[in-house]
C-alpha cells in the first residue's frame, strides 16, 4: 500500500505515535523521559501546538495534541525526535536510529472520538500490564486530567473543558469516564486509525476530510469483484 501524504490542518485533533526502532527501548531511565518531556515542552510554544494528552512508554510514545498552523506537527516531531536522537545517541555512546520510520498518526473527529482516544492513551499501561490503574503510572497525563495535578506540558482541549463548569467537576466527571471499560472495538478502532494514517471519526467527518485532502482516509476490503450476472 503506497504511504499517505500527512494530513495536518490546523485545527484539528491529531494522535501521535512514535516508536522506537525495532521496538527497542527509546528510555531507558526516568531522566531520558524527563528530557524528552522537556523537549515538547519547548516544541508546544515554537511551532503552536497544544497537547492534551500523553503516555511515556519504554519503547514508544502517544501524543494527542491540536495544531494551530497547518503541517506544525510534523515539524514539532522532526525538532524533539532530532534533538532526543542527539542527546540519547551522546548519553548511550551509540550511533544510528533511534526511531522506527517517520511517526504514525491520524486525524480525530472531536465531538465522537476524542475523550475516548485520550482514554485510550492514558490507558496503555494498564493494557500493557504495568499497572492495574492508570494513576499508578507517572508518566502520563492522567494524574493531571484525573487528578488536578499541574503539568506544563499539558493544555486542555475545549472537549475536556466542557465536562464541567467548574475544576472540581471536571474531575470527578473525566474519572467517571475510566470506570466504563473501553470495548475491544474501540482499542481496535484506534489502533488501525493510527497505525494506517487514516481517520478516527464518523462517515461524514471522514468524507469531509477526504475531499479537503484529496487521499482516502479509509481501506476498502480486498477481493475479487463480483462477476455480473
Known amino acids: ?4 501524504k500527512r494530513y495536518c490542518p490546523a485545527g484539528i485533533p491529531v494522535h501521535i505515535i512514535q516508536r522506537g526502532n525495532n521496538k527497542s527501548d527509546c528510555f531507558h531511565e526516568n531522566l531520558d523521559k524527563g528530557y ?4 515538547l515542552n519547548a516544541a508546544i510554544d515554537l511551532f503552536d ?35 532526543y536522537v542527539r542527546y540519547f545517541n551522546r548519553k548511550y555512546m551509540r550511533t544510528g536510529t533511534l526511531w522506527d ?7 480525530v ?7 475516548t482516544c485520550q482514554r485510550y492513551i492514558e490507558l496503555n499501561p494498564v493494557r500493557a ?7 499508578s503510572f507517572h508518566w502520563s497525563t492522567y494524574n493531571t486530567n484525573a487528578l488536578g495535578i499541574d503539568s506544563s506540558l499539558l493544555r486542555p482541549h475545549q472537549v475536556y473543558l466542557s465536562l464541567g463548569n467548574t475544576k472540581a467537576k471536571r474531575l470527578v466527571a473525566y474519572r467517571e469516564l475510566f470506570k466504563e ?11 488501525f486509525a493510527v497505525n494506517k494514517g487514516l481517520v478516527l471519526g464518523s462517515k461524514k467527518f471522514k468524507d469531509r476530510i ?3 485532502s484529496g487521499q482516502r482516509t479509509r481501506l476498502h476490503k480486498r477481493g475479487r469483484k463480483p462477476r455480473k450476472k
Not at 524528552?36 to 523537549?39: I, N, S
Not at 473527529?109 to 475523550?115: G, I, N, P, S, V
Open 1 to 4: 500500500m503506497t504511504r499517505l
Open 49 to 83: 501546538v497544544d497537547i492534551h494528552a500523553w503516555v511515556f512508554m519504554s519503547n514508544h510514545v502517544h501524543l494527542l495534541v491540536t495544531p494551530f498552523e497547518s503541517n506544525s506537527v510534523s515539524s514539532m516531531m522532526q525538532f524533539v525526535d532530532r534533538e
Open 109 to 115: 473527529q472531536t465531538e465522537r472520538y476524542f475523550l
Open 36 to 39: 524528552y518531556f522537556q523537549l
Open 129 to 135: 500490564g504495568l499497572v492495574s490503574e492508570p494513576g
Open 210 to 212: 477526504a475531499k479537503e
Open 181 to 191: 471499560v473501553m470495548s475491544r472495538d474501540q482499542v481496535d478502532e484506534i489502533r
Open 101 to 107: 520510520g517517520r511517526f504514525k498518526s491520524c486525524l
